[in-house]
C-alpha cells in the first residue's frame, strides 16, 4: 500500500548542556522528558534513535550523544501547528541551543 502524502519529521538534538558543554542530564531523564514532552502534545507515533552527533564549533569538533526523534505524519495540520511548541518546549526543558527539524516525503514500500 502506497501513500504518497507521507512525511518524515525528525528532530535532531545533542544531549549536551548548552550552558557547561557537558551531558547533565542521565539519558533515563532525558528520554523520558522528550516523551513527556510529546504526550503533552498528543503525539503517540513515535521513534526515538540514539546516536552520536558531529560538528564543528569556532575552535573544535565536537562529538556528543544525541538523539533523533522521527515522527512520520500524513502532514496533518494538527502536527504542523505543533512542531514550533515541541521545538520549544524540548529547548527549554533540554537546556539545548538549538534543534534541527527536518521534513522529508516518504514512499511506504
Known amino acids: 500500500m502506497q501513500n504518497n502524502n507521507l512525511f518524515s519529521y525528525r528532530f535532531y538534538i545533542g544531549m549536551f548542556d548548552k550552558d557547561t558543554k557537558q ?32 560538528y564543528k564549533s569556532d575552535t573544535m569538533i565536537i562529538c556528543e550523544p544525541s538523539i533523533i526523534i522521527e515522527i512520520i505524519d500524513n502532514c496533518t495540520i494538527y502536527l504542523l501547528n505543533r512542531l514550533d511548541s515541541i521545538k520549544v518546549s524540548l529547548l527549554k526543558e533540554l537546556n539545548q541551543e538549538s534543534i534541527l527539524i527536518t ?4 514512499e511506504v514500500l
Request: hydrophobic share 30%; with cysteine.
Open 103 to 106: 521534513k522529508q516525503q516518504i
Open 23 to 54: 551531558q547533565e542530564i542521565s539519558n533515563t531523564d532525558f528520554f523520558n522528558t522528550v516523551r513527556k514532552v510529546l504526550r503533552l502534545n498528543h503525539i503517540d507515533n513515535y521513534t526515538i534513535i540514539k546516536c552520536k552527533g558531529h
